[in-house]
């Protein structure tokens, strides 16, 4: 069976890959993550995600290039930009998403990594991108999210050897944020996930916004956009409420 799941956890949605043995990354898979990366952005009840691989093994082998093999240029392109839409709307979906990595993370599973917000690994993963050994290259945002995080010389390094990352060396390099021991990450992962979901829904998503959304602007127009966001929760009822407890008018 190949899909992504969608599992709830209170304010919490965990997505996972799911695809024995190694969790390789469907077409449909791919659809499926948009699919479910929309929802998400509608259903109010969620306010956190997680993204990880189902099972005991690995996060997720990458694509699986059986199913490219047969594909025209044409489609092949078709379908490289469903793939960079849907993690495109992951990277941009309002709640905050942590992607939690055991075993390897190869390939499309970085590039999904990379389109989180935060990335907890186990001491024992490791990350790669293989696509250079069998003359192609990452396809759905991998290279400009990588050269972003771990910056140009480090990103040719990991493209063009190939060779897996271990998880110490990718908290140095910034490609991961937190490790733990094996078998400890989705719990902190949950941990972390939970606390995002506890705070005011309209703050955490302006944050959000803002910094996903400052990105992709000039410096100096960040500050401007920063303002906007935060001048409209002034008007927010969280805000209100907040403001109303601290003067003492409300329980």
């Known amino acids: 069976m190949d899909r992504i799941e969608l599992l709830r956890e209170d304010a919490v949605a965990i997505l996972l890959i799911d695809h024995p043995s190694r969790n390789l990354v469907t077409r449909k898979m791919i659809r499926e993550l948009a699919a479910h990366v929309a929802a998400l952005e509608r259903d109010d009840r969620v306010r956190a995600a997680i993204v990880t691989g189902a099972g005991e093994a690995d996060f997720s082998g990458g694509l699986d290039m059986a199913e490219w093999t047969s594909l025209?240029?044409?489609?092949?392109?078709?379908e490289v930009q469903v793939g960079q839409d849907a993690l495109w709307a992951l990277e941009h979906l309002s709640k905050p998403t942590i992607a939690v990595?055991?075993?390897?993370?190869?390939?499309?599973?970085?590039?999904?990594?990379?389109?989180?917000?935060?990335?907890?690994?186990?001491?024992?993963?490791?990350?790669?991108?293989?696509?250079?050994?069998?003359?192609?290259?990452?396809?759905?945002?991998?290279?400009?999210?990588?050269?972003?995080?771990?910056?140009?010389p480090a990103a040719?390094?990991?493209?063009?050897?190939?060779?897996?990352?271990?998880?110490?060396?990718?908290?140095?390099?910034?490609?991961?944020?937190?490790?733990?021991?094996?078998?400890?990450?989705?719990?902190?992962?949950?941990?972390?996930?939970?606390?995002f979901a506890s705070k005011p829904a309209a703050a955490a998503r302006a944050i959000k916004r803002t910094l996903v959304e400052g990105e992709e602007k000039p410096y100096r127009n960040r500050f401007l956009l920063e303002a906007q966001h935060a001048a409209q929760l002034l008007w927010s009822e969280e805000y209100k409420d907040a403001v109303a407890r601290f003067r003492g008018k409300r329980p």
């Open 72 to 78: 025209s240029a044409k489609k092949a392109q078709e």
């Open 156 to 195: 040719i390094e990991i493209l063009l050897s190939g060779r897996p990352v271990r998880g110490i060396d990718a908290l140095r390099l910034g490609l991961v944020d937190h490790l733990t021991p094996p078998g400890e990450a989705l719990a902190l992962g949950k941990d972390r996930a939970r606390a």
């Open 101 to 152: 990595v055991s075993g390897a993370c190869r390939g499309l599973g970085v590039e999904i990594a990379l389109a989180c917000d935060v990335r907890i690994a186990a001491e024992t993963s490791t990350f790669s991108f293989p696509e250079v050994d069998v003359g192609w290259m990452p396809s759905h945002g991998g290279t400009a999210r990588l050269s972003r995080r771990v910056g140009r």
